[in-house]
């Protein structure tokens, strides 16, 4: 049970910089009243701030702090469950977020989220829904039960019920299961490649079991017949071989021979054409001059035609000459053409030789291949195969067995989640539980003259009878037979909590609850009800008619505004 002590807040809403507590399990019931506006409902928005973050009014976080000291907003909430004594502690500028365990802060986790998850789920073990169902009754913000959604109302009675254990147990479990299928998609992917790996394996024991006497033939014949085709090679190199360097040697002698006579005959060519050339010059001279070029005196005829016949019988002899040379240039060129066509064709020889030699080189190694193959041990090779195809065989068993019992967990887990599922587990026990609700909803409803005959059902959707039988729905009541059903649901709420021990308080306040629909019978009806509660409850009733309450309650409590700051009054 939650037993709430004191709750002490400053520079909140509408209060100062001075702390106003509030002992909260001081007296049995107490009467809080003021003006419009005094901060009566204040002490509601800081004890649900404190412990969720948020008020019981639609208020923004930022419109929470004290609007003219605008600093050091801070809200305190102490209470008990068991023996252990908690103290909650939150503030807006600066940030404060504190939860205090018999006088010792719990470790603040990296994130505020975090943090309220351990004081909702591990020490009030409700959530704001919930806890504003409980404990909670107003006219403002409050949104009532039969308002919610089907998703919220089942969330309120799994709380009470105590039965939300099993969405976590479900959340973990979903958790697991997907760790399961991540190990299970991880083992068939290794039991592919295992079975690959064997496959491989038995087609080399295959191969190597093929390697029968036929087979040693078949590479003895492969190295006889590499063998002949190296005795070949080597008998045509033997013959390309004869006398081959000295045939080479003296033809290329004879072409550097010949290639100098070119040169010479060329130089002889080129003297020729020279003097040819001069002497047409000298020629041409004499025909076209009458007097010497050096003394500059007449020649006589005879002298001149004695000068041009020397100088053309020189001429016809270089002519006669350069023609012999170009005959004997065009024989020298035709045996150059020749000896290189002889040395080419050595040459090629040379060429054919050396392939020889590659493929002898290249038979070789082919023998070598096969003579190492027959060499090796076959046998030793087979049973060494074997054994890596049992290796391969165990893990394969290891791999499969773990598959299988990976698969019975995932089967075994997905029997589990469809028990853990709201269709399960969860729904067998609200049934149980949804007479006795009924039943309790449906007593309130009688002790606040409200005869009608109230009834929830598994999806928690509400059928409503009159005396009658006609079927309502609860919009279809006024306000005031509205709030006789939230009333009456709240009661409810609280009497399934104190016999689950759930999430059982000894805090219930009601806002502003007298002063809204209920009619003069039906706050003499509440009045009944709340004096029937246990002395463990400490009522705290929000109203702003206080004349109409005075003398009901132990102890009254009154607030008022000075200079724009609500202040409670001694």
Not at 128 to 141: A, C, D, N, R, T
Not at 335 to 343: F, P, Q, W, Y
Request: glycine letters at 4%; charged letters at 25%.
């Amino acid at each position: 049970m939650i037993k709430f002590k004191s709750v002490k807040y400053k520079n909140f809403l509408s209060t100062g910089n001075s702390y106003t507590e509030i002992n909260l399990n001081r007296t049995k019931s107490t009467l809080v009243v003021g003006q419009n506006g005094a901060g009566k409902s204040t002490m509601l928005d800081a004890i649900s701030f404190a412990l969720f973050g948020r008020p019981h009014r639609n208020i923004n976080k930022p419109q929470l702090i004290n609007s003219i000291n605008q600093k050091a907003c801070v809200v305190e909430v102490e209470f008990s469950v068991g023996s252990a004594g908690f103290r909650i502690v939150r503030g807006i500028k600066p940030g404060i977020f504190e939860i205090w365990k018999n006088g010792t802060m719990i470790n603040q986790s990296s994130h505020a989220k975090e943090y309220q998850k351990i004081l909702e789920q591990n020490i009030l073990k409700l959530n704001h829904k919930s806890f504003h169902q409980v404990v909670v009754l107003g006219s403002s913000s409050f949104i009532p039960f039969m308002q919610l959604s089907a998703g919220h109302r089942r969330e309120v009675i799994e709380d009470l019920l105590d039965i939300n254990v099993f969405s976590k147990m479900n959340n973990i479990l979903r958790d697991k299961q997907s760790i399961l299928k991540d190990q299970l998609k991880d083992l068939t992917y290794q039991t592919d490649i295992n079975k690959n790996k064997i496959d491989t394996q038995n087609k080399y024991i295959r191969e190597i079991q093929k390697l029968t006497q036929e087979n040693r033939k078949e590479y003895e014949s492969k190295i006889h017949a590499s063998q002949n085709s190296i005795s070949e090679l080597q008998r045509k190199n033997s013959e390309l071989s004869l006398g081959l360097q000295e045939s080479i040697g003296q033809t290329e002698k004879e072409l550097s021979t010949l290639h100098d006579q070119r040169q010479e005959l060329l130089l002889g060519s080129q003297d020729r054409s020279t003097n040819i050339s001069n002497l047409s010059k000298r020629i041409g001279f004499f025909e076209e001059n009458e007097s010497c070029p050096v003394c500059d005196q007449a020649l006589a005829d005879g002298h001149k035609h004695n000068i041009l016949e020397g100088l053309e019988e020189e001429r016809r002899h270089h002519k006669s000459s350069l023609k012999e040379i170009g005959k004997r240039g065009t024989v020298v060129e035709a045996e150059i053409s020749d000896t290189g066509s002889l040395l080419q064709s050595l040459r090629s020889r040379v060429s054919e030789l050396s392939q020889n030699n590659i493929q002898i080189d290249s038979f070789q190694k082919q023998i070598q291949e096969y003579q190492s193959y027959l060499d090796k041990n076959v046998t030793a090779d087979l049973e060494s195969a074997q054994d890596d195809l049992k290796s391969l065989s165990d893990l394969r068993n290891n791999l499969l067995e773990n598959k299988f019992e990976l698969s019975e967990n995932i089967s075994y887990n997905s029997v589990i989640a469809e028990m853990l599922k709201d269709t399960g587990i969860k729904t067998k026990i609200i049934k149980q539980y949804l007479p006795v609700i009924n039943n309790l909803v449906n007593q309130y409803l009688q002790v606040l003259d409200f005869f009608v005959h109230f009834d929830l059902n598994e999806s928690f959707q509400e059928t409503i009878r009159s005396r009658h039988r006609d079927e309502f729905t609860y919009d279809s009541f006024s306000e005031g037979e509205k709030q006789r059903i939230d009333l009456a649901l709240l009661f409810t709420w609280r009497q399934i909590a104190n016999m689950k021990n759930s999430v059982a308080t000894n805090l219930l306040i009601l806002d502003e609850t007298f002063d809204s629909s209920l009619d003069h019978e039906g706050v003499d009806n509440l009045l009944k009800i709340l004096h029937t509660l246990g002395d463990d409850t400490n009522i705290f009733v929000i109203s702003h008619k206080g004349e109409i309450l005075d003398g009901k309650f132990n102890e009254k409590l009154e607030f008022k505004k000075e200079k724009n700051f609500s202040k409670m009054v001694a």
